[in-house]
């Protein structure tokens, strides 16, 4: 069980880091790029389909790789790209076994984690970002509006 407003005061952390980054010149990039995104959307909805019937097929014949108990809703939830939290409180709802979905999504947080950087410094490859940075200076009467238009809302 985790704590709710301890979960919710995270998500709006990071909410707010992420929010930071949208200029007007990435929002117009976006806009640009609508059709990739798209793209994106779909194949990580058939990729996370297709992960957790193998997941479930794996796991629910005998042999090593057998975990009794294995519901599809489980390996379903356990499969997609990202969203780890989401997933297990989505799991949660519907009746999963948070625990494995929790431990699935580590793994390849762990994995993504630890291949990637070393796979990047090894192939010479890096990144190149394009977009202008956002804005370096906080408006402090502007955060504060901002926070008591949220206390108002909630």
């Given at each position: 069980?985790?704590a ?31 059709w ?52 297990t ?66």
């Amino acid at each position: 069980a985790s704590a709710l407003p301890l979960r919710n005061a995270g998500q709006w952390v990071i909410g707010g880091a992420l929010g930071l980054y949208f200029t007007p010149q990435v929002l117009d990039m976006l806009l640009g790029l609508w059709w990739v995104i798209s793209l994106g959307i779909l194949w990580a909805l058939v990729l996370g389909f297709l992960a957790g019937a193998f997941l479930y097929n794996l796991h629910t014949r005998p042999g090593l790789m057998h975990i009794p108990g294995v519901t599809r809703l489980t390996t379903h939830f356990a499969s997609p790209i990202g969203g780890a939290s989401e997933m297990t409180i989505l799991g949660d709802r519907f009746g999963a076994q948070t625990e494995l979905i929790a431990a699935a999504h580590s793994l390849r947080i762990l994995m993504v984690t630890l291949i990637v950087p070393f796979g990047m410094q090894w192939s010479g490859m890096h990144g190149l970002d394009m977009s202008l940075p956002g804005p370096r200076v906080v408006a402090w009467p502007g955060l504060a509006l901002w926070r008591n238009r949220l206390k108002k809302m909630n």
